[in-house]
């Protein structure tokens, strides 16, 4: 695995997406699709042929699902989340990860009544209002049964991470927190990083730091200070956690 990289492949069961929030004003996934001329710039496209790739893989692998889209996008249908939830149950030696910016529609998949142990459903929050916005979708994750975390990534604001612990009746598994990279991008105040390292620590939630992104790398260079910060896995649920 990589510096900053929490993954091992992409699952791409879909390609393409539409900007739903101003986290999404750089979209590096939109702007891949722009060079490469490809038909999902303009619209999702499926890819059934690709459903069942992990099965045919033996070695455990940290899948990343849809890392070119949104699996809760509006144009991926129900039928075809349940026929990915489906493969992710036959595949126990793999762990998959899912992250969206439409937390709203994990309820749906939450009544479909499915369930896949190693699943781990994600949520960006980009500031304290989308993150306290995604708090709620979240807890019916974990009350389903499924692990659950957040990224923020990328960061524009600070959050209180700890703020949210009267909504919760639950503690997310794991937080990855980055910035913003390539043309455009916006910076992240690493006062707002650690802030967020420090929130997990009292919370015992594990922290991964992925990366400064491009515009904070900038600022920082001119900086005194030592900015680095720790990674840590993501962990199995603890027992009724
Ligand atoms: S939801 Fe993700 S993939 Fe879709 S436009 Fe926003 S940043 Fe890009």
Redesign the pocket.
């Known amino acids: 695995m990589s510096d900053g990289k929490w993954w091992d492949l992409p699952w791409n069961t879909a390609t393409g ?5 101003p ?2 004003d750089n ?4 702007r891949q699709l722009h060079w490469l001329k490809h038909p999902a710039e303009h619209k999702v496209i499926l890819h059934p042929e690709k459903l069942d790739l992990p099965k045919k893989n033996k070695k455990p692998t940290r899948y990343f699902v849809c890392n ?3 699996w809760m ?1 509006p144009d991926i249908p129900d039928s075809f989340i349940l026929k990915m939830l489906a493969v992710m149950v036959e595949c126990p030696q793999h762990t998959f990860f899912t ?4 937390p709203e529609r994990l309820e749906d998949v939450v009544a479909l009544d499915a369930s896949a142990e190693n699943l781990w459903i994600g949520v ?1 929050a980009w500031d304290q209002d989308s993150f306290l916005e995604s708090c709620h979708s979240l807890g019916s994750v974990v009350n389903a049964g499924f692990h659950t975390f957040f990224s923020f990534e990328p960061l524009l604001a600070p959050i209180d991470v700890v703020s949210a612990r009267s909504i919760w009746n639950y503690r997310p598994d794991w937080i990855v927190v980055g910035g913003e990279n390539g043309p455009g991008a916006r910076p992240m105040e690493p006062e707002w990083v650690y802030k967020v390292k420090l929130d997990c620590e009292e919370l015992d939630i594990p922290f991964w730091f992925k990366q400064w992104g491009t515009a904070t790398e900038k600022i920082i260079s001119k900086r005194e200070g030592n900015y680095r910060l720790p990674k840590a896995l993501p962990r199995q649920r603890p027992e009724g956690g």
């Not at 979209?27 to 939109?30: D, P």
């Not at 992250?99 to 439409?102: A, Q, S």
């Open positions: 997406c539409d900007k739903c929030s986290a999404c979209c590096w996934v939109k070119r889209s949104d996008h992250l969206t910016k439409r960006t």
